[in-house]
């Protein structure tokens, strides 16, 4: 089956040559967006397998398009594709329901096959990704924070995430810590997983708090 | 740009301060001139004595406004001037005056020096300049008693509290001109990330990607693109380093190491270590990187993790056989392990390197955490 896609991103000469790499590799490119509000919108309407995501959309950010279509299209998936400068974004948009994060220096064969990943419903897990991970599972650890107690990593997911962030394959992976691949694919995705729960309940809090929780309805 | 506030000396209004109180304290002296003058042994040398420091008043006032004019050698004349008024008083009281504790003729005057000393050199020349004053008040009056002792303490004091205002002012305006320029450029850096971002890296990377296509000597182009994107993120997302001495984001220190062989990981907010720890590490690592770059080949990859106070070096080269290291050491060749053991052990921290034939070299890097460490919350 044809993976559709969405490309979101604000400089058009990337825009164009990404949505031409993935036509070329049989994808069906369905929409582009420039930036966030747009990318909602047309998400909306297109409904794609899976949404590349720029973060660095000029005035608003990828983080906020990224949480409104992973909440409203539960079948649309979210790759966020950016920078590598932009650790606390990418950390956002993951929390926030991105499945994955390419950085944009990678190769067209590795940005196919994390397209693939994504629409499969694998996640796209980066060494970089996997460092800021385990870092944000350190810092909510080591913060003491009000309300719903942190997310915590289990000795083996710890375990796992340190592995991949310091460059094994999910092979390298199983074979080290004579476990099954796919195994190891379940601890990496329920880090991210417990990660993304915490954050919706974080912010479900947060706006009945405040009282924001009206003013969405 | 106005004027930049680091300009100015913060210690201006106290100089006016004491040029204020000159004029008041010379009104004084004359008052005391004017009530005690029939007693005098010599009332015109009191005179003479009232000409030089009017004349005095007037020099300072008209240097001491100008920030230019505030001359070190100045000031030590002023201590010198009004030591040496102070001492006419020697001939010019007369015997029963002393014996009554009548005032010398430079009155309370002679409590400016020790302020503008205090204005100019800090706490140490304001104490100094006062003590020099307290030791003339007693040489003028041949006596070292009570009185002599009081005003000694009360000079001594006055100099010593200006000197502490001046330094403290001087610091705090130091520290405010710091974060205004770290401000302005931080600033510049965001414009410039921003226009990098918008222009430059976008083309780059689309060479990058379209010249890896194709293959060839544009493959070759592509790599060099590449490189450049990466160096050029690399450095618009890394904040300018703060004052020496303090305290340094070594997450964007180690981000500048990145190429398109090596990717370094960690967490998604700032690890803040003190400076000199972080240079070392970011040092260390280099050297780590550097050879790899010699011995594991040039298909190799590394990985650089950070995570908390541990960084971790990994490469999947071939490896170091067993008892190659021991073997070097053994024949005296300080290698570069035994450097890297050396540099983390100089900061208090451990080093272990595990490596296999076949498996690649990794070493593992833990230093202690800074007592009071300020964690970046994103």
């Known amino acids: 089956m044809t993976v559709s896609v969405m490309i979101v991103d604000d400089h058009p000469i990337w825009r164009d040559g990404v949505a031409r790499d993935l036509a070329e590799h049989g994808f069906d490119v369905r929409a582009t967006a420039a930036d966030a509000d747009a990318a909602v919108r047309i998400a909306g309407t297109v409904r794609p397998d899976v949404v590349l995501m720029d973060l660095n959309l000029g005035d608003t950010s990828g983080v906020v398009a990224t949480r409104s279509i ?3 299209l539960p079948e649309t998936r979210v790759l966020v594709l950016s920078a590598s400068g932009e650790h606390s974004d990418v950390l956002e948009a993951v929390k926030a329901g991105a499945s994955g994060y390419l950085v944009k220096s990678a190769s067209v064969r590795e940005l196919v096959d994390a397209v693939h990943r994504t629409a499969d419903g694998d996640p796209v897990f980066t060494a970089g990704l996997a460092g800021m991970v385990l870092g944000e599972y350190r810092r909510m650890a080591d913060a003491p924070a009000a309300g719903e107690p942190p997310p915590r990593l289990t000795e083996r997911e710890t375990d796992v995430l340190r592995l991949v962030a310091k460059g094994l394959t999910a092979k390298q992976i199983a074979d080290r810590l004579v476990i099954s691949h796919r195994t190891v694919e379940n601890h990496v995705q ?3 997983r417990k990660l993304q729960l915490h954050n919706r309940v974080e912010l479900a809090r947060y706006a009945i708090e405040h009282g924001l ?4 309805e | 740009m106005s004027t930049s506030p680091a300009l ?10 004491t040029i204020v109180l000159r004029w008041v304290t010379l009104a004084f002296a004359l008052g005391a001139l004017l009530v005690y003058r029939s007693g005098y042994d010599r009332p015109g040398l009191a005179w003479a004595a009232f000409g030089v420091m009017a004349a005095w008043s007037l020099v300072t006032t008209l240097t001491f406004a100008r920030e230019s004019l505030r001359l070190r050698s100045l000031v030590v004349a002023d201590v010198v001037v009004t030591c040496g008024v102070m001492l006419t008083s020697q001939q010019v009281l007369s015997d029963q005056q002393f014996a009554e504790t009548a005032p010398l003729v430079t009155t309370v005057w002679a409590s400016v020096a020790p302020l503008t000393a205090g204005a100019r050199f800090g706490a140490v020349g304001g104490v100094l300049a006062g003590l020099v004053m307290a030791v003339c008040t007693g040489l003028a009056r041949l006596e070292f008693d009570l009185d002599v002792a009081r005003d000694g303490v009360l000079l001594t004091a006055s100099g010593l509290l200006i000197g502490i205002t001046a330094t403290t002012a001087r610091r705090s305006q130091a520290t405010l001109a710091q974060a205004m320029r770290t401000e302005a450029a931080t600033a510049e850096r965001e414009r410039l990330a921003r226009s990098i971002h918008d222009s430059v890296l976008q083309v780059l990377a689309r060479v990058r990607r379209r010249g890896a296509e194709l293959g060839g000597e544009a493959a070759e182009l592509a790599r060099l693109a590449g490189e450049q994107e990466i160096a050029l993120r690399a450095l618009v997302s890394t904040e300018p380093s703060g004052p020496a ?3 340094a984001d070594l997450r964007a220190a180690l ?3 990145a190429t398109p062989s090596v990717q370094v990981s960690g967490p998604a907010g700032d690890v803040r270590l003190p400076a000199t720890v972080v240079t070392e590490l970011v040092a260390v690592a280099k050297e780590a990187l550097s050879n790899v770059e010699r011995h594991a080949g040039p298909a190799a990859k590394a990985w650089v ?22 073997a070097a050491e053994a024949e005296g060749h300080l290698g570069v392990a035994m450097s ?6 100089d900061l208090g921290g451990t080093s272990t390197l595990e490596t296999a034939p076949g498996a690649g070299t990794e070493w593992e890097l833990r230093v202690p955490r800074p007592r009071q460490r300020r964690r970046g919350s994103r």
Not at chain 2, 340 to 345: D, K, S
């Open chain 2, 245 to 247: 001495g303090g305290d």
């Open chain 2, 305 to 326: 993790l950070l995570e908390d106070v541990v960084l971790t070096i990994r490469d999947d080269g071939p490896g170091i056989p067993p008892g190659r290291l021991e």
């Open chain 1, 190 to 192: 329920s880090t991210l």
């Open chain 2, 255 to 257: 981000q500048l190491l």
């Open chain 1, 70 to 72: 992973t909440r409203d």
């Open chain 2, 340 to 345: 890297i053991r050396g540099r983390v052990n």
């Open chain 2, 8 to 17: 100015r000396d913060p210690a201006t209004p106290l100089w006016w301060g």
């Open chain 1, 213 to 216: 929780d009206r003013e969405e």
